[in-house]
């Protein structure tokens, strides 16, 4: 999903980064749409331009923050621990 | 300030087969502090689409799950498609089955049901929640808005925006 925005968004970084520092582009396809100072403008006037269809939105400068979702990456979510698992127990 | 108070409560099954009551503080441990929601697109969005005319798609409505360990707010995939929901941006996602996958990102406002409470999400990251029984887990970027206070004892949690 939006391999072609983030190609175009990683060739142009640099250049992005020396003229709309913390500012946000909005990327479709090949386009460059347009920069923004908050990230509800970006998205209205995405939404405006393409309506429900994907367009890439990128804040320039912010190094890309870890997810950690650790219920989700580490399969516990609702994990109930007084119930047993299939797998064998260690012998002593 | 709208406060939201939840006592939690659930059944439990004896081994003779009879429904009996949990204690609330069990309740609230075994499913966690759950809220009932209804997922919409983002207010601008919202206007946006309207500026061209075009139709708003139903809200989704589900359980979600305050999830203070999550760090961005995460929307069931088939919920997402449901919505109708557009791409905004791709993030890496480590899960239990894979080292690490892309995941898509929306925008998207959260109202709890039956208050008027609203919280946006311009970040939420797409995971299968639903054979959790649940639309979304509500991470730390939606909370960064809320005081939230966790009552283990009395089986209770207060959410307040």
Same mark, same amino acid.
């Given at each position: 999903?939006?391999?072609?925005?983030?190609?175009y968004f990683d060739?142009? =970084?640099?250049?992005?980064?020396?003229h709309?520092?913390? $500012?946000?582009?909005?990327?479709?396809?090949?386009e460059f749409?347009?920069v923004f100072?908050?990230i509800?403008?970006?998205?209205?006037?995405?939404?405006r331009?393409?309506?429900l269809t994907?367009f890439?939105?990128?804040?320039?400068?912010?190094?890309?923050?870890p997810i950690?979702i650790?219920?989700?990456?580490?399969?516990?979510?609702?994990?109930d621990?007084t119930?047993?698992?299939?797998?064998?127990?260690?012998t002593? | 300030?709208?406060?939201?108070?939840?006592?939690?409560t659930?059944?439990g099954?004896?081994l003779?087969?009879?429904?009996?009551?949990?204690?609330?503080?069990?309740?609230?441990q =075994? $499913?966690?502090?759950?809220?009932?929601?209804?997922i919409?697109?983002e207010?601008?969005?919202?206007q946006a689409l309207v500026q061209?005319?075009?139709?708003?798609?139903?809200p989704v409505?589900?359980?979600?799950l305050?999830?203070t360990g999550a760090?961005v707010?995460?929307?069931?995939?088939?919920?997402?498609?449901q919505l109708?929901?557009?791409?905004?941006?791709?993030?890496?996602m480590?899960?239990?089955? =894979?080292?690490?996958?892309e995941?898509?990102?929306y925008?998207?406002q959260?109202?709890?049901?039956?208050?008027?409470i609203?919280?946006?999400s311009?970040?939420?990251v797409?995971?299968?929640l639903s054979?959790?029984?649940l639309v979304?887990?509500?991470?730390?970027?939606?909370?960064?808005m809320c005081?939230?206070?966790y009552?283990g004892?009395?089986?209770?949690?207060?959410?307040?925006v």
């Amino acid at each position: 999903m939006l391999d072609v925005e983030r190609a175009y968004f990683d060739r142009n =970084q640099s250049d992005f980064e020396v003229h709309h520092s913390g $500012r946000f582009v909005v990327i479709k396809g090949e386009e460059f749409v347009g920069v923004f100072n908050t990230i509800q403008e970006a998205l209205g006037e995405g939404t405006r331009r393409f309506g429900l269809t994907p367009f890439l939105i990128r804040q320039v400068g912010l190094p890309s923050k870890p997810i950690s979702i650790p219920a989700l990456s580490l399969g516990i979510l609702h994990a109930d621990p007084t119930r047993t698992s299939n797998r064998p127990r260690p012998t002593t | 300030m709208p406060i939201l108070h939840v006592q939690a409560t659930g059944q439990g099954q004896r081994l003779n087969g009879t429904l009996v009551q949990i204690e609330p503080f069990i309740a609230l441990q =075994q $499913r966690g502090p759950c809220v009932q929601v209804s997922i919409t697109l983002e207010p601008t969005v919202a206007q946006a689409l309207v500026q061209r005319g075009e139709r708003l798609p139903s809200p989704v409505t589900g359980l979600a799950l305050i999830d203070t360990g999550a760090s961005v707010t995460c929307i069931d995939a088939q919920a997402a498609r449901q919505l109708g929901l557009a791409a905004v941006n791709v993030v890496q996602m480590a899960s239990a089955s =894979q080292a690490s996958t892309e995941q898509n990102v929306y925008a998207i406002q959260i109202e709890i049901v039956g208050f008027p409470i609203r919280i946006q999400s311009l970040g939420a990251v797409e995971a299968e929640l639903s054979a959790q029984g649940l639309v979304l887990l509500i991470g730390r970027d939606a909370l960064q808005m809320c005081t939230l206070f966790y009552n283990g004892p009395a089986g209770e949690f207060v959410l307040c925006v």
